[in-house]
């Protein structure tokens, strides 16, 4: 009987469900959606996240992320403030007034310091925020942030509902990819510009 009793903790509760926690409290194969208009920064969380074993997928601006977030209901939204088009605050009201993607974790993204300023300041309904540059440990920090508080909790997709995501880099694009992301040059260019 006890073997019995371990079998079933370590594969499921009383009505057979795997756990999306691991002992380790870190999410297991978790989709997130990354949203920047920056090719560079969505490479560089996707290789981050993917070398974790999580699905990613990206969206260069926030009406793309729109279609993806509803069509995908990721677990998890790294998503940039400032961007052309509908600015990262517009797609975290969107999102928060939808049923379908209202209560997914967004953790806010940006390293324009007024952006950054006026998120502190606002909060706008996001559930973290991380400034650029940023590195591996940030990222994987407010991943373990979120688990903890009980925000993420990853989903069981059925084989019938696979993740559609962006295609893999080659082996050689991929290895070139840095492990910190740094601003993009165009919120530099604003952050001078503003300063005058």
């Known amino acids: 009987m006890a073997g019995f009793q371990l079998i079933k903790r370590l594969f499921g509760g009383e009505h057979g469900e795997r756990r999306a926690l691991p002992r380790s409290g870190k999410p ?3 989709c997130i959606l990354v949203v920047d208009d920056s090719a560079t920064i969505r490479a560089v969380i996707g290789k981050m996240l993917t070398q974790n074993h999580h699905s990613v997928l990206k969206a260069a601006d926030g009406d793309e992320a729109l279609v993806i977030a509803k069509r ?13 088009g509908m ?3 517009s797609v975290l009201r969107a999102l928060r007034h939808d049923p379908l993607t209202r209560d997914i974790p967004i953790v806010m993204i940006s390293g324009n ?3 950054t300023e006026q998120f502190y300041v606002q ?3 996001a559930d973290d925020f991380m400034k650029k540059p940023f590195g591996r440990s940030e990222v994987f920090a407010r991943i373990e942030h979120l688990t903890a508080s009980g925000r ?6 059925t084989t019938m509902e696979p993740v559609t995501s962006e295609p893999e880099h080659t082996a050689a694009e991929h290895a ?3 492990d910190i992301a740094m601003p993009d ?3 530099m260019i604003e952050q001078s510009g503003n300063r005058g």
């Open 87 to 89: 600015s990262g605050f």
């Open 176 to 178: 070139a990819i840095p």
């Open 185 to 187: 040059p165009h919120d």
């Open 72 to 84: 995908e209901i990721p677990d998890l939204i790294f998503l940039d403030i400032v961007m052309p």
């Open 123 to 125: 909060r706008f309904g």
């Open 28 to 30: 297991k194969e978790a």
């Open 113 to 115: 310091l007024q952006a």
């Open 152 to 157: 993420l909790v990853v989903r069981e997709r």
